[in-house]
Nanobody, 115 residues
Framework: QVQLVESGGGLVQAGGSLRLSCAAS????????MGWYRQAPGKQRELVAD??????NYADSVKGRFTISRDNAKNTLYLQMNSLKPEDTAVYYC??????????WGQGTQVTVSS
């Protein structure tokens, strides 16, 4: 089993910053990709950013404001979020996709940006 535990969410004013962390543990037999998704009330879950051996990928709405990074030694994924906007308010989920195509999810962490 793979466990993903997110932390770092919270309430912040517009223009502020937060850093999310996701610690991966358990039976990890290779990582094809790790990423951050978010889901706002009444909306579908959407990709925020992901990282693979080929590089990083960002949603257009967060380019230039968010940075995804990964500490391979610690099996930890990060998302630095700057210049936050009210529309960034959502539950943020960490994901890990194995080379076999299985995707694991964390429990989510709430990010609320006040105007």
């Amino acid at each position: 089993q793979v466990q993903l535990v997110e932390s770092g969410g919270g309430l912040v004013q517009a223009g502020g910053s937060l850093r999310l962390s996701c610690a991966a543990s358990g039976s990890i037999f290779g990582i094809a990709a790790m990423g951050w998704y978010r889901q706002a009330p009444g909306k579908q879950r959407e990709l925020v950013a992901d990282i693979t051996s080929g590089g990083t990928n960002y949603a257009d709405s967060v380019k230039g404001r968010f940075t995804i990074s990964r500490d391979n030694a610690k099996n930890t994924l990060y998302l630095q979020m700057n210049s936050l906007k009210p529309e960034d308010t959502a539950v943020y989920y960490c994901s890990l996709r194995t080379p076999f195509g299985t995707t694991h999810w964390g429990q989510g962490t709430q990010v609320t940006v006040s105007s």
